[in-house]
């Protein structure tokens, strides 16, 4: 006996799809103010597009297997009988229209098979392309020529080379398959932040700016925002809160880079640095109030991480890192391990954070990967006020240094307390 409740359940799913992209396609074509453009198809029309892609792949395998071809055939005629029509009535004709009932279609034929998820998904990824054109477009054209060749050419070394790296451990532990995934994860953790602050407004707000910020790179946000103190010293004020926010968000970041290299050591790194994000926050606070009397609002001028260079330098340094952090826990102990850790935390925080996060529970006991990572919390976050005291001004600097001292002093506190026990 035919199961009608299954069928229904399918159609309606494929009704529902069509009713979703053929709403932005609606809403589309009523945005176009002023414009008396000649639209190939609606709501309804989708709606009923992919209805009839369910229902003639169902009649294929109830009645005749030719059915779903023949429906496909028509439908691929009319679409292009309606773009001729359109095209001979103007000049600027786009296919976007026309590509996307075809999909839909295809969608509401995969609702009637095992597929009905697959069709969910992608028709909701549809909808999110088409109706993101604005913003995609504002995107391209805050894109340079060398930051889309810069990503090109990181795409091919990490998606082309990436496959043929080999995966075995030398030396117990210097794995380059492994090394070079994490370099591409954190490269596109940051590039995500990138994108989303190319969309954004220059000027929505010192928060998001400088949580993006931190993503990317908290020190170079410091630099930026110390550099723009000595131009602006009215917005002083402003730029230590963003600086603030930024360095306190790369304790999230870490805990996100932990995740992804050992999540096992994730519930052991995770109170101190949600610890330090915390007081980083309330630090900024402190900072905020003479932030937000400034009636200015600042813009971040950061550079893609997503370019082959600085990927190329931060895998290079994961690597000798490992390499270093290896030899001093094996040869000097602990002591040699933090040592590593402190200067390393100097210059660079990420690296030395996934390369004990890699090294524990095999060669290095987790307590003193734990103690590590928050060792270059300490150092990095000292270094990037040093950072505000030297090429900043004297009033960026007293706010970065007041701001700064509170995951600092968090993080001694928790290592004091933690080693002494």
Avoid at 176 to 200: D, H, N, Q
Avoid at 207 to 229: C, E, H, P, Q, Y
Avoid at 400 to 419: D, K, N
Wanted: hydrophobic share 55%; proline share 3%; charged share 15%.
């Amino acid at each position: 006996m035919p199961n009608y409740l299954d069928l229904l359940e399918s159609l309606l799913i494929a009704i529902a799809l069509g009713v979703l992209i053929g709403a932005e396609r609606g809403i589309a074509s009523i945005r176009k103010q002023g414009e008396e453009k000649a639209t190939f198809a609606g709501i309804r029309t989708f709606t009923l597009i992919s209805l009839l892609g369910a229902l003639s792949l169902h009649f294929a395998r109830v009645f005749e297997k030719t059915v779903f071809v023949v429906a496909f055939l028509g439908l691929i005629l009319l679409v292009t009988a309606a773009y001729i029509v359109t095209s001979n009535k103007e000049k600027d004709v786009g296919t976007t229209t026309e590509i996307t009932a075809i999909l839909t279609f295809l969608y509401g034929a995969l609702c009637v098979t095992e597929y009905r998820l697959v069709a969910v998904v992608l028709a909701i990824v549809t909808t999110v392309i088409l109706y993101t054109k604005k913003p995609a477009h504002l995107f391209l054209g805050r894109i340079t020529d060398e930051e889309f060749y810069a990503t090109l050419k990181f795409a091919v070394i990490a998606f082309v080379v990436l496959p043929f790296l080999p995966r075995d451990d030398y030396f117990g532990f210097f794995n380059p398959y492994r090394i070079w995934i994490i370099v591409v994860i954190i490269s596109g953790i940051e590039f995500g932040s990138y994108i989303v602050v190319k969309l954004m407004n220059p000027r929505k707000g010192m928060v998001v700016m400088g949580f993006l910020g931190g993503i990317i790179s908290s020190t170079a946000l410091v630099i930026d925002a110390s550099r723009k103190s000595k131009v602006e010293e009215k917005l002083a004020g402003s730029l230590a809160f963003s600086s603030s926010i930024a360095s306190s968000t790369v304790f999230l970041k870490l805990l996100a880079e932990v995740y992804v290299v050992n999540s096992a050591v994730l519930k052991d790194v995770a109170f101190p640095l949600l610890l330090m994000f915390a007081l980083g926050i309330i630090g900024a606070l402190f900072v905020w109030q003479k932030g937000k009397e400034e009636n200015e609002m600042i813009t971040v001028n950061l550079k893609s991480p997503f370019t082959l260079t600085p990927a190329l330098k931060f895998g290079a340094l994961f690597a000798f890192i490992l390499l270093v952090t290896s030899f001093a826990n094996r040869y000097f102990g602990t002591r040699g391990l933090y040592v590593t850790s402190a200067l390393s935390g100097l210059v660079n925080l990420d690296a030395p954070t996934v390369s004990l996060a890699n090294l524990a529970y095999r060669f290095v006991t987790v307590e003193a990967a734990k103690y590590g990572i928050v060792i270059a919390c300490c150092i990095n976050t000292v270094s990037k006020a040093l950072i505000s005291y030297f090429i900043g001004s004297k009033e960026f600097s007293r706010l970065v240094f007041l701001a700064f001292s509170f995951p600092v002093a968090g993080g001694a506190v928790y290592l004091l307390v933690s080693i002494s026990t």
